[in-house]
């Protein structure tokens, strides 16, 4: 089967680092996303992995390891803003499912003063 | 032009009315998405058109119609909905790598569906 988790909830304090981590196991691998999405709103793209390493884009990077199947999304100087769903998903690489994305729940992150 | 434009952002509708929801980019992407998601959810997909053409459907129910005019307009044609069809729908755009893959996909700001 094909299956992403990720923590549902996670509290955070105003100025201070967090890490969200995102574990697969999917039919072949062609990429990995991160999105951020508040309430009420849409999706809107944050990251892209498709090697392993680390991608830094600002106060955000993502981290993949394809043999551990294991990202984690980072966030610094945590603001007010960033409370918001975080979403993981996973491009296949089959061809029957390489323009679908399988998602995770989402993680929903408060930050706090 | 970086956006994806969902018309309208709000939509109440009876059981037996049919209505159209409406999406459009200008970005030159081939691919276009019709998703649908429940509060606390994540999106679901219903439909990919791919250089126009309908490529996935995931087995959407037929009151569900989808249309891609050209490339860069897609539609979403509703009919005789049912209460639990009540949710945002998404529509996405993202570029082809030129082997039926894409790299991101570019969200709309949705149309919050209300079936009463």
């Known amino acids: 089967g094909q299956n992403i988790d990720q923590p549902t909830e996670m509290t955070a304090t105003e100025g201070a680092i967090v890490q969200i981590n995102c574990t697969y196991q999917t039919s072949g691998f062609n990429g990995l996303f991160w999105y951020q999405q508040h309430a009420g709103e849409a999706p809107t793209f944050l990251s892209y992995n498709v090697l392993d390493g680390l991608e830094e884009k600002g106060r955000f990077s993502s981290f993949l390891s394809r043999s551990k199947g294991y990202s984690y999304l980072l966030l610094k100087e945590l603001q007010m803003k960033d409370s918001a769903s975080y979403l993981c998903a996973v491009r296949g690489v089959n061809a029957g499912n390489n323009r679908k994305l399988i998602w995770g729940l989402g993680t929903s992150l408060a930050v706090n003063p | 032009d970086t956006e994806v434009t969902q018309t309208p952002k709000h939509l109440v509708m009876g059981m037996t009315n049919k209505k159209s929801l409406k999406c459009e980019q200008h970005?030159?992407?081939?691919?276009m998405y019709w998703y649908k998601q429940k509060a606390k959810k994540p999106p679901e997909l219903m439909f990919v058109?791919?250089?126009?053409?309908?490529?996935i459907n995931e087995s959407v129910p037929s009151r569900f119609s989808p249309e891609c005019p050209n490339s860069s307009l897609l539609n979403l044609h509703l009919h005789a909905l049912q209460p639990e069809d009540s949710a945002l729908y998404l529509c996405a755009s993202s570029p082809t790598d030129g082997q039926g893959g894409y790299t991101e996909a570019f969200f709309g700001q949705g149309t919050r569906l209300t079936v009463v």
């Open positions: 970005m030159g992407h081939r691919a």
């Open positions: 058109y791919s250089y126009e053409k309908l490529s």
